[in-house]
């Protein structure tokens, strides 16, 4: 117990702490939307895409200028976002394609531009790669208000729209026969999903960030059947695990926080696959036990029936 | 010889990537290949833990077990209709992924291991690690990456006609006995095997791209299977000598241009695919706007004709203005219908030469 006294006194792991649960709660919340409407994967495109945008804002900035690099991940996240929609809209090919191709191609526009920064030379290029695995310990006061800022702005956009958004996720026909705006939400949705990606990027990186986003959904959804429960449980359940993932990490060296947040999370997935009443995997083994038993019960005694009384046309013995 | 490694090297991942890529694009499933390829961190880590090795067979058929979990878990928890596909692969190989960084950075530390190295690669130091074969030294990973290429080339070679169909309709195949199932996690193992083998070369995630990008260019310009797979092949392997070339003359990631530059095939046969390419879509889109708005104005022009108000409605000014046209586009199908000798133009009065009234007429009675 003192020893988490300790922890939570020091200055540094109270900002990851904060940090990662704010980041859990937002990726949460937006992550039920990209669940739902099955683009889970889009999460990991953009956190890729975002690689060349953080390169570039760094190579207009000439340091590390956090805005600037964030800038730019949402700029090279949307565009690739642009690009999965005219892949799929304009050809055959599949969304899982369109997903990859983005993905693969903008990262490998990223790592060339790396390289062009680190062979200038420039002493703040090492901190760049830290966007792969990100940098808990590095987060500052500043970058925690920004998150702040983020998630204020991310929850006060989906309140106002929660009528369209659901609308937009369970049935894009009949918003569209409303008169909804389909497009526009659904770019909406997606541009969020960026900019929650883009907060991620500092603590737990390009290629954790997709856990983010789609485990504390995929966890709330066996539990929960409504799409507001499934929100607030998924963002309790993302901060409750970036929290005390964060509080783990600090108490061991080599633990980075990204890591033990991604696994802490999948944990609870697993926990809820397996155990969520009506749904989880054993509940429904337990189910079809019960099940079999009554019917080898019911056919036995139907058959001690047909045995003593009744007549079946047509079957012989 | 350095040249020649790094390029021989490149173009051995390309080709064999794209040789498997061709059908995982076919069937939709080209997303578990960036599963796998991040997966395989976890098995090297796992391998190198328990026989102290980084190179050689054993490390690579760890690591490819990594991949084939993945694919299992995968499809595990997909089936379990708990969640959809896209969402167990973004649930398992983040979560193996984790765990492979974890387990590195507490009991690997000291090690060579260096997980942006396996994900970024750096094509230009395969030759730091080289055997003498017939008195040349050639590097590991160009013959293993040789041997993987023979093994799936054989693969392909010997399951063509069930990979298609397994592909095209699974359901067939099974009922036909076929086991697109086995032939589904052989593809996967295959897979799993050439990420390997390919990553310290160009690195996982630029694997990807290999995998997925050349076949899906492929897929843009033509409809043959047998036809895309070579295509697919031959432009994952042109894009390493271009991109090689490239990343040399601006002093940048050797593997990051050549993966960048199948990006630029991709965005060349999206734009001028004969067939299916933007542009070819947007002409065909224009030219039929301009055959439609013809018969709309042939059809008004009849429905005037002879009537009182003929001198007005059978005017220029009347399909700007009635049927609220711009300028630009009254003239190009005025032009369009001239030139088809089914208009003519007296004064300002638009005329149905015989030919347009027959169209017109027969729009009508089309009804």
Redesign the interface.
Known sequence: MSLLAELLGSRVVQLVVIGAALLGAISGVLGSFA?LR????L??TLS?AALPGVCLGFLIAGDRHLGLLLAGALVTGGLAAGTVL??TR?????T??A???A???Y??????????IQ?RGDAGAAGL?TF??GQAAAITRGDIQLMAVAGVLIAAVVLLLWKEFKLVTFDPESARAAGLPVMALQSALTLIVAVAVVVGLQLVGV??M??M???P??AA??WVGSLAGMVVLAGCLGALAGGSGALISATGR???T???V??LI?AI?LVS?AL?PG???IWRWRARRRLSRTLTRESRSSADLRRRHVPVRGLKR | MITASILITGMLAAASAALLGTFL?LR????L??AIS?SIVFGIILVWLVTRQLSGPIPVIGAALAGVLTVVLTQW?AQ?R???M??A???VF??L???G??LI??YA?QVHIH??TI??GEIGFVWLNTRPIAGFEVPVSTLTLGLVLLANLLFVAAFWHRLKLAVFDPALAAALGLFPTALYYALMTLTSITAVAAFDAV?A??F??F???PP?TA??LTQRVWLMTLLAVALGALACPVGYAL?VF????I???M??M??VW?ALA?LFSPR?G?LV?ALQRRQETLRHDCRVMLAHLLSHQGTRRMPQENTRAALVGHLSWPESHADRVIEHAIGQDLVEQRGALLILRPAGEAAARDLFARR
């Open positions: 669940v099955q683009q889970s994967l999460g990991d890729h005219v892949i304009c050809t055959r090919l599949k899982d394609a997903l990859g191709i993905l693969s191609v990262f490998a526009i990223g790592t060339v531009l790396l390289t062009v062979s790669s792969l695995f290629i954790l997709v856990a986003l789609i485990a959904a995929a959804r066996q080599g633990l980075a990204g890591p033990v991604v696994l999948s997935v696959l969520a749904r989880g995997v | 694009v939709g499933s080209a997303m290949s960036d991040h928890i379990s708990l969640v959809r896209d969402a692969i973004g649930l983040p979560a992924f984790a765990a960084v974890l950075s507490l530390r997980v942006d994900l970024l690195g995630i630029l990807i791209a995998v997925i990008v899906a897929y843009l990343a601006w002093d940048v990631s593997a990051g241009m993966a960048t199948t990006g991709f999206l299916q933007l879509q």
